[in-house]
């Protein structure tokens, strides 16, 4: 079966601009997790969403944010971009949160 | 931002050598996850575990849930070029809906 997707791979964005990257969950799965990957500070949870529903958001600027739709799909969007958001983008699905998560191969950001 | 303890940080082992590495947390978890990444890609899970003292293997891995929950040992026997990556554990607690993720620890396999 299909596993996570997310579009696009790559990005090159200017400062001030905003971004939005997308996350096709493996099908079934109605969980899905955002995290950013920096050298600095490794992985670190952005927000979680089941069933439409935000159940956590981790301490990033109100700049990011997301949002699932029925068909579990999500998206997240940064505004006002800054040099500081280059990072692997990470996108996680699973049927819940408290099980097995599945990573996409993520989407690299580039800010210049 | 929270990370998890891992060590060693890095490693250069032997092909064939076992290899071990752990995790520790000041919290407990109900769920750890075991993932390999490589350069450019995103992690790909290993192994699972939901329980306290569960051992569960996937081919030559091995990984355990620590008895107090706080921590988790992942174990690879006899190495092979391609164990080359970097290894993250992950730890979730029931009601978080978010893992925290270990600092990872980067293998070195020499042919």
């Known amino acids: 079966k299909a596993g996570v997707t997310q579009t696009p791979r790559y990005l090159i964005k200017t400062r001030g601009q905003q971004v939005t990257l997308s996350c096709s969950p493996i099908s079934g799965h109605r969980s899905v997790s955002w995290y950013q990957q920096t050298p600095g500070q490794g992985l670190q949870f952005l927000f979680e969403y089941f069933s439409e529903t935000q159940r956590n958001k981790g301490n990033f600027p109100g700049r990011f944010s997301g949002r699932q739709f029925s068909n579990s799909r999500s998206e997240m969007n940064v505004s006002t971009l800054e040099l500081g958001d280059s990072a692997l983008y990470l996108c996680?699905?699973?049927?819940?949160?408290?099980?097995?998560?599945?990573f996409g191969q993520g989407t690299r950001l580039t800010v210049v | 931002g929270q990370q998890l303890n891992q060590s060693p940080q890095s490693m250069f082992i032997q092909e064939g050598e076992d290899v071990s590495m752990n995790c520790t947390s000041s919290?407990?978890?109900?769920?750890w996850l075991w993932y390999k990444q490589d350069p450019g890609e995103g992690p790909v899970l290993l192994i699972a575990?939901?329980?306290?003292?569960e051992l569960t293997s996937n081919g030559r891995l091995t990984a355990q849930f620590g008895i107090t929950r706080k921590d988790s040992f992942l174990n690879i026997s006899a190495s092979i070029p391609s164990d080359v990556g970097i290894y993250f554990c992950a730890g979730l607690t029931s009601g978080t809906y978010k893992y925290i993720f270990g600092t990872g620890t980067r293998l070195k396999v020499l042919a």
């Open positions: 996680a699905s699973s049927l819940d949160a408290a099980i097995e998560a599945f």
């Open positions: 575990l939901y329980k306290a003292g």
């Open positions: 919290s407990i978890f109900n769920t």
